[in-house]
């Protein structure tokens, strides 16, 4: 498979002394370095880029930077030859794993004067991994915010309004447009806002929080007596941010506990409230019961725990409430009292009631988009003719496979298919004929294969399989069943019914620097001597084909 880079640019072969000492000098870099081919083949990888990749060292030579990117299609491939400044790309580590790069570019002479490319990869994982996770958490915030049926301001440290929620423009009438970038004495009488200000300064000295009664401005100049619950947040540098408030209408004349019990009625995200000593839901919202599949008289003193589909994610929650104090927009999936799941946003903060230690839980249900996102993940890794996993996915679980083959001293083959004189059966019964025959022949392949064993689709009317555990002779055995449930399956023509044969070449994963190209390189190269030999039959690989 890649012969041609081999026989003329091997850095152990036809390169020059001078040019080997600097690409050996590349492994005392602690950055992941390679020399690359305009087609992006690797000629030479230093020690970090082998070990940030999860190789063993001198087995990148020869592998294509493109079968190294991943398959979810969520990035496109990158031009492998334009030059400029630092891009950043997704690579696949050997594992499975994936790493983000930022990766710069220069092209370079090649021993013979040949053109190549100077690649200079540096792991960026841990940025962009950040960068998601906070991603995550303003946009949990952000819905939060915005479906809060309390009106909600936020202030920044010099005392400017900076953003408000719906709830707020709803109640006091006020548009965002009418306080942001404003002061109190820029919104309402300066006599009033000076009051604000005061309370507004306490905090600045005192931190924490604090509630008081005060009027607040409505709409036309008017105002309404409220009362108003002030915090203050700290900015990145831990440093005094601003003041978040929320306004509580007095004018309604209900009880504390009942005005909250009616907020928390109008919430679309479910809401409850358990002892920290043992669990116990102490309080939930109706949103919640629904969720869980109860009444809320019935979700009263059950305990928390009972609704956790994976100890494991239970135990993540738990340790993050220990160390950190709260959980914020962590992905975890409940049961619904009649048995079934639904996955949910789930946060979760720690607090102190009348003198009770509970933990505040809100849950938004997530099903409906992680679904979603599901589905089009299996559709982007799924061959849209045959169903059966596309090139791409393909060479992405294959590398799992032979990570763990690899990790535990276990066999492992792989076997190449393709089928007889396609072209013929295109062009004798239509492009639509042989459409259907190549469905024909994923599902011939599935019926015989074993659940774990991986089929693909290479291309045309190529198909790759690797099975895990198998090594070439028990293969070839599967591979035999495989060719002759092929060639007994009748496909149905235009004109009547057909059939068809396949070849098949076979390889075993040989050693742990062997690598996934190679061996499909060898089952290629029995494919060829199974065409050569007359077709419909299996061959597998020996050495000097």
């Not at 983000?100 to 960026?124: C, K, M, Q, Y």
């Not at 991603?135 to 939060?144: A, C, F, N």
Request: hydrophobic letters at 40%.
């Amino acid at each position: 498979m890649f012969d041609s880079v081999g026989t003329t640019m091997n850095p152990e072969g036809d390169v020059g002394e001078t040019q080997k000492a600097l690409w050996r000098a590349f492994d005392a870099l602690p950055t992941g370095v390679c020399v690359s081919t305009p087609e992006g083949t690797i000629v030479h990888a230093n020690r970090a880029l082998h070990t940030l990749l999860g190789y063993a060292e001198g087995s990148l030579q020869g592998i294509g930077l493109r079968s190294l990117e991943p398959t979810d299609g969520l990035v496109a491939s990158l031009d492998l030859q334009a030059e400029g400044a630092a891009r950043e790309r997704r690579l696949l580590r050997q594992d499975g794993g994936i790493v983000w790069v930022s990766e710069a570019v220069s092209p370079i002479d090649g021993p013979n004067g040949e053109s190549l490319f100077l690649r200079i990869l540096t792991d960026v994982s841990h940025h962009r991994r950040a960068e998601a996770v906070l991603r995550d958490q303003l946009l949990m915030k952000e819905v939060l915010f915005e479906t809060l049926p309390v009106p909600v301001f936020v202030k920044d440290a010099e005392g400017q309004y900076v953003d408000c929620n719906d709830s707020f423009e709803r109640y006091t009438g006020l548009s965002r447009k009418d306080i942001i970038q404003k002061t109190a004495f820029a919104v309402m009488d300066p006599k009033l806002a000076k009051a604000h200000a005061e309370h507004d300064q306490e905090l600045v000295v005192n931190w924490g929080q604090r509630s008081y009664e005060e009027e607040v401005p409505f709409a036309g100049n008017s105002t309404r007596m409220a009362c108003l619950t002030k915090a203050v947040f700290c900015d990145s540098a831990g440093n005094f941010g601003g003041i978040v408030g929320v306004i509580h209408d007095l004018s309604e004349g209900l009880p504390s506990e009942e005005r909250l019990q009616a907020i928390l009625e109008q919430s679309p995200i479910g809401v409850s409230v358990s002892r920290r000593d043992d669990g116990r839901i102490i309080f939930a919202n109706t949103r919640f019961a629904e969720l869980i599949g109860l009444r809320r008289d019935d979700v009263i003193g059950r305990h928390a725990r009972d609704y956790y589909v994976d100890d494991h994610q239970r135990e993540r929650v738990i340790e993050r409430l220990r160390t950190s104090g709260s959980v914020v927009n962590m992905e975890v999936q409940f049961k619904r009292a009649d048995g079934s799941s639904f996955w949910t946003l789930f946060t979760v903060n720690q607090a102190v009631i009348q003198g009770v230690q509970v933990n505040l839980a809100w849950i938004y249900d997530y099903t409906e988009r992680r679904n979603m996102e599901e589905a089009l993940r299996d559709m982007a890794s799924r061959d849209p003719l045959t169903g059966i996993y596309n090139r791409r996915s393909f060479m992405e679980l294959a590398r799992s496979q032979m990570a763990r083959a690899h990790r535990y001293n276990e066999p492992m083959s792989v076997f190449v298919l393709d089928v007889d004189h396609f072209k013929l059966i295109n062009d004798t019964y239509g492009h639509a004929t042989g459409d259907d025959a190549l469905r024909m022949v994923a599902g011939g392949c599935q019926s015989i294969l074993r659940e774990y064993d991986i089929l693909g689709r290479l291309g045309g009317e190529e198909f790759v399989v690797i099975l895990p555990g198998a090594t070439a002779d028990e293969s070839r055995v599967v591979a035999e069943r495989v060719r002759r449930h092929l060639a007994r399956m009748p496909i149905p023509g235009p004109e009547g019914r057909f059939h068809l044969t396949s070849s098949i070449g076979i390889a075993s994963v040989d050693g742990p620097s062997d690598t996934l190209e190679k061996a499909i390189h060898r089952a290629d190269l029995a494919l060829y001597r199974a065409k050569r030999e007359g077709r419909n039959r299996v061959v597998v690989f020996e050495p000097g084909m």
